[in-house]
């Protein structure tokens, strides 16, 4: 969890670098294009490598076994969605009147096929615990990716500097993971009879991945059918600076306690007990994190794009509030993972997929920006509480207890952000003066250590163990 931590500020601070930049030198229309180009790709993606990453990684010690015949349908998998997107692409340019989407959708396909040799090293090193290795890896490819997207865009390449990038850090990774592993797995005939018995497993593992597909990019693709480019590139710049952290988090997050969670099978009581202590802690840490950014947002955004994006801060704002709950959600999808219930945990996402675009559709055809962006953190708020409730039933955790490692840290959170507000109906601040906006983060942030002593205090034993045990 540390090396995840680590390594999601890291990629963050990459990811926030290139926006800078991005931001400055793209149009709003040119992000809105690569969220139309990812979102209607992505639908694709859920064929990447056939599900057989996660498969491999659960597996474990039996990664010699798989390892080949998981490259080999990978491969085919990979060149099927490459398929699919080159053959889609002209259609879709065609419908949404921009000749250049043709050029992103096909780049983005091409990455597949290039990034498979990349996944079966990668499912070796989180399989054998090696996460110190496997986020070295990922900081320096998040680095490669977003400098090389903010020189592109520097070059004058428009929203294609998007999508280049793939292509880079796809090679990139599968020469790091190479050497990191040290040789290729034995090779294995692939015959029919195995594929299908390893497709009978990792069909679970493609259908969970559309459906998280849906839940992270079905709101742009359902804002593309309603509103203008414009305003689907606003709600696209306002997602990245908040809920990329999520998924970055979510992604290292998944990447760690997935192997961790399949370890501790034969132990349930050891199990839960780092799974409940794993979300207390992370929901602190996002309430901290994701409230902060809720009230610096507007000082923030205009100081750093200078007015231009300042259209985005209500989408900030209030995908900020629903944060800290969404980013539990990994926790449980790695914990249902590390027992092998890809059915169960496929079912729930693919009803959050659906609900996602419902929610954005709704939020669409009623109203503008603030309202999509509105009903869609309503909605994150009432699905995470239902997720996290049927985990617990299904893990047999006690409801109550299982709740206040979710609900006590945020609610605080909560408590805390109400306080500061309310001080400044006294204390008028100008939203966009940086030094006033540090101030307001301060009185929340002492507002929130202090509630948090008062009625959550393993939340603070938990945050300060962790730091200790860096500073170690």
Known sequence: MLWAAFGTLASKSASLGAQLVLGWILSKEDFALY?????????????????????????????????????????????????????????????????SLQSLIWIIGLSLPLNTVAMIFQARLAS?????????????????????MALFAWMGLGPISFVL????????????????VGSFPPNKQLTWRLMCKILADTRWIMLTSFSSILVLNGDYWAISFLASKETLGVYYFGFQLTFSMAVLFGNGVEAVMMPTFSRLEADIHRQLAAFHKAVRLVVFGATLASFSLVLGAPALLHFLWAGKWDSAIPVVQLLGLSLPLKMAMPLCRSLMEGRGEWRFISYLLMVDGGGTVLAAWLGGFLGGISTIALIITGYNLVFALIFYGLISIRTGAPLRSAFISLVAPFTLGIVALSSTVLLTAVYPVNNYNLLEAGTLIGVYLTLYFAVTRLFAKESLIDAANLVLHMRR
């Not at 990038?165 to 990191?180: K, N, Q």
């Open 128 to 148: 054998e615990l090696r996460f110190g290795e496997l986020a070295r890896l990922t900081i320096w490819s998040a680095l490669l990716r977003h400098g090389s």
């Open 35 to 99: 969220a139309i180009a990812i979102s209607w790709s992505t639908v694709a993606f859920a064929l990447r490598n056939g599900g057989t990453e996660k498969f491999l990684v659960q597996q474990g010690s039996r990664y010699a076994e798989y390892a080949m015949l998981c490259f080999k349908i990978g491969l085919i998998f990979n060149g099927i969605v490459f398929l699919i997107l080159l053959l889609a692409a002209p259609a879709l340019a065609n419908y949404y009147q921009s000749p």
């Open 165 to 180: 990038p793939l292509l880079v850090i796809s090679i990139f990774e599968g020469i790091g993971a190479w050497l990191l």
